[in-house]
């Protein structure tokens, strides 16, 4: 317990300066909306000018961008993009830090065994995540109601938003088995973003082409806002293959980091 406690500690300001971050790009997203639903024709027209391939590949459908569940659905998609380097950022430095800091070698001399540091360091980075979709959701769902022109269905609206948490549980995982696997991260950053980046035109080239194994290479295609508003559900084949990816990159990042030579100071 005192290690959770202590890692979240150590996650606070990251915590804090990721969320407020998030939290202001949705209320400046949001603050769009009153204009697009005003002058719907007019933004129609003009999204209709831009090439259909450029549409397919920033997930733009131009006939639902002005009510407020298709204007969500596109923004979603960079909100989901900051989520995502959130938890890539805290994936990789569960371990990574101790080795980068040099106190790797203090930590394991300390009487608990590595099983129980790397569920600490989970765990915290769990909270930590979950800490932000709170916030988010709360602020979201705050602003939906706020900028609604007209009725809106808010299970759908929820169900699009929770699908947040489940894209950076994926991103944090990667970055976990990363930490492990990695023999020594000098910065977090550019991983992070370098993966997350790739993993974000995968998809948008995915869009573009209309190939649906595309869908399967990233997370962020697993989870369609329209397809979310059509049946009021999930895709569950995508839901079990993120599943399986997560349970497969945890299991193997305790396996690996069980048997790892760490380097001492």
């Not at 909306?33 to 450029?54: C, M, Q, W, Y």
């Not at 569920?119 to 916030?135: W, Y």
């Not at 020594?184 to 790739?198: C, E, R």
């Not at 059509?230 to 895709?235: D, I, Q």
Request: hydrophobic share 50%.
């Amino acid at each position: 317990m005192n290690m959770y406690l202590h890692e979240l500690k150590a996650y606070r300001k990251s915590t804090f300066i990721w969320t407020s971050s998030i939290l202001v790009l949705v209320v400046l997203l949001f603050s769009m909306f009153p204009s697009f639903a005003r002058e719907a024709d007019e933004v129609k027209k003009l999204l209709e000018g831009f090439p259909e391939a450029l549409r397919k590949a920033v997930g733009l459908e131009v006939e639902s961008i002005t009510s407020l569940l298709g204007f969500y659905s596109y923004v979603f998609f960079y909100i989901t993009l900051c989520g995502a380097i959130q938890a890539m950022n805290l994936g990789t430095s569960i371990v990574s830090k101790e080795v980068r800091e040099k106190t790797a070698d203090f930590l394991l001399t300390k009487p608990v065994t590595r099983t129980q540091i790397i569920t600490s360091k989970l765990l915290a980075a769990f909270t930590s995540l979950v800490i932000t979709n709170i916030a988010f959701l709360i602020v979201a769902i705050t602003m939906a109601s706020y900028d609604k022109t007209e009725s809106f269905s808010l299970s759908q609206f929820i169900l699009i938003s929770i699908t947040l948490f489940f894209i950076q549980i994926m991103f944090m995982s990667l970055g976990v088995f990363l930490s492990v696997v990695l023999r020594k991260v000098k910065a977090v950053l550019p991983i992070s973003l370098g993966t997350v980046f790739a993993f974000f035109f995968i998809g948008m080239f995915g869009a573009t082409t209309g190939d649906e194994k595309v869908r399967y290479m990233t997370p962020f295609k697993y989870f369609e806002p329209s397809y979310i508003i059509k049946n009021s559900t999930y895709e569950w084949s995508y839901i079990f293959i993120g599943l399986g990816f997560v349970l497969l990159a945890i299991g193997l990042s305790y396996y690996i980091y069980g048997k790892k030579d760490i380097q001492a100071v």
